[in-house]
């Protein structure tokens, strides 16, 4: 009835199962990114209020609700074009609302690292954060290769998310947050829960103290947007968003959400195509874990051009085959 037909030998493939058409496919991968900037816009703010712990633990709740729009979505079988609405408002609802998670952990994991980790090694914890991203790739791939069963996918992303919503308690709340809060007795508390006896707790806690007080005498009032104006934030800001801008523009989220459907250009059969995508998830994973370690010795200079220098060269191939 004007709906694409259902193809037996696609059969676990979502945009087959779900009936879309083929520019629905595309506004399903695109639309997380307008999740993700919601959720990014409104993240900070979010963990200035409640801390960064518990803005991990509600983004778990937000993945908890956009995985369960996309499981409970109806079935290929029963889509008309009557209702083929309802299909695409549980699609929408649930990359939406993955997406403004996805934004809040950007925010709240990469500060929370940063406000626990000694100067020495936080460019090595910061990339842990990256390497993470990658590991969860290889296991997405991984295991959609081996269950063919996006419906199945989507129950086990609702499992792992309650599993990470509950394990996020296990965490301590930066002495960081407990400071711009004004409460220094529980600042203290965190600093010894995350420092070993012989650290001088009280030392590091007078120094956050002391940070932001500064912060208050500068016009920065312990953050907010007007925190961006003062300084050397604007310079931080312009390198920080034009290094973002940057990444984003090379294409690598086009790469990895379609990896498979570009592969399968080289390799028709999907399978095949697949399993060479989990491959290059698993590349990535391995240049991450190697660069961990270079990031406080080598410095970040040097590994981001040797990385865009390799980004230019893979990225011209691609194109030239293409």
Not at 3 to 23: F, I, Q
Not at 135 to 148: D, R, S
Request: proline letters at 3%; one cysteine or more.
């Amino acid at each position: 009835a004007g709906l694409p037909p259902l193809n037996p030998k696609n059969k676990g493939m979502l945009n087959c199962d779900l009936r879309l058409e083929s520019d629905w496919v595309g506004w399903f991968g695109s639309l997380i990114n307008l999740g993700c900037l919601a959720g990014a816009l409104s993240g900070g703010k979010v963990c200035d209020l409640i801390g960064k712990k518990m803005g991990m633990a509600s983004s778990f709740l937000f993945y908890i609700v956009g995985w369960l729009c996309l499981a409970l979505a109806p079935k290929g079988e029963s889509i008309t074009e009557y209702n083929q609405a309802n299909v695409l408002v549980y699609l929408t609802a649930s990359r939406l609302l993955v997406g403004f998670a996805i934004g809040i952990v950007c925010c709240s994991v990469s500060n929370y690292q940063t406000e626990i980790a000694t100067t020495e090694i936080r460019g090595a914890i910061g990339t842990v954060f990256q390497l993470a991203i990658t590991v969860g790739l290889v296991a997405a791939y991984g295991i959609g290769t081996v269950l063919k069963d996006w419906r199945m996918m989507a129950y086990i992303m609702v499992a792992t998310s309650a599993l990470g919503f509950v394990l996020t308690f296990i965490l301590v709340e930066t002495p960081t947050y407990y400071i711009l809060k004004g409460d220094k007795p529980n600042a203290l508390i965190s600093q010894r829960k995350l420092r070993t006896g012989d650290s001088d707790h009280a030392g590091a806690v007078g120094a956050l103290e002391k940070e932001h007080s500064a912060g208050d005498q500068d016009g920065g009032s312990g953050g907010g947007m007007g925190a961006l104006c003062t300084g050397n934030a604007p310079k931080a800001l312009a390198i920080g968003v034009g290094l973002m801008f940057v990444q984003q523009l090379s294409g690598i989220n086009a790469v990895m959400f379609y990896c498979g459907s570009i592969l399968q250009s080289v390799y028709p059969d999907p399978t095949t195509a697949n399993l060479f995508a989990v491959g290059i998830q698993i590349m990535q994973v391995i240049i991450t874990a190697i660069s961990a370690p270079l990031m406080d010795k080598a410095g970040r200079i040097p590994i981001l051009l040797f990385a865009l220098v390799g980004l230019t060269i893979s990225s011209a191939v691609l194109a030239a085959y293409y």
